[in-house]
């Protein structure tokens, strides 16, 4: 079993910046894939970025040049960089792990384990 613990949300103005990071405790392998999914009230989880074990990343167009997930090999925290919010941006974000074989993907299906979640919320 692998416990994930998000920090760093917080409430900021458009055009700000937040640093979310989510530390792995437990069954950790540094060959996961991982994940951030976000979550707007009355709307359905949405995968926003992902890195795979080569370190390769993938952004859902909406945060591209914008966002930037990262991980730090050593211990296996995540990371996700967010500049230039904004209020469309707001949800509670989630990271998840995807044990290998796996696949840099947005779909939430594949994914094994997940966080509580952090709110993110952007005001105009």
């Known amino acids: 079993q692998v416990h994930l613990m998000e920090s760093g949300g917080g409430s900021v103005q458009a055009g700000g910046s937040l640093r979310l990071s989510c530390a792995p405790s437990?069954?950790?392998?540094?060959?996961?894939?991982m994940a951030w999914f976000r979550q707007a009230p009355g709307k359905e989880r949405e995968g926003v970025a992902t890195i795979d074990s080569n370190t390769f990343t993938m952004y859902a167009d909406s945060v591209k040049g914008r966002f930037t997930i990262s991980k730090d090999n050593a211990d296996n925290t995540l990371y996700l960089q967010m500049n230039g919010l904004k209020p469309e941006d707001t949800a509670v974000y989630y990271c998840?792990?995807?044990?290998?074989?796996?696949?840099?993907?947005?779909?939430?299906?594949?994914?094994?384990?997940w966080g509580q979640g952090t709110q993110v919320t952007v005001s105009a």
């Open positions: 998840a792990a995807w044990r290998p074989p796996c696949f840099r993907s947005l779909s939430v299906h594949f994914y094994d384990f």
């Open positions: 437990g069954n950790t392998n540094s060959r996961d894939c």
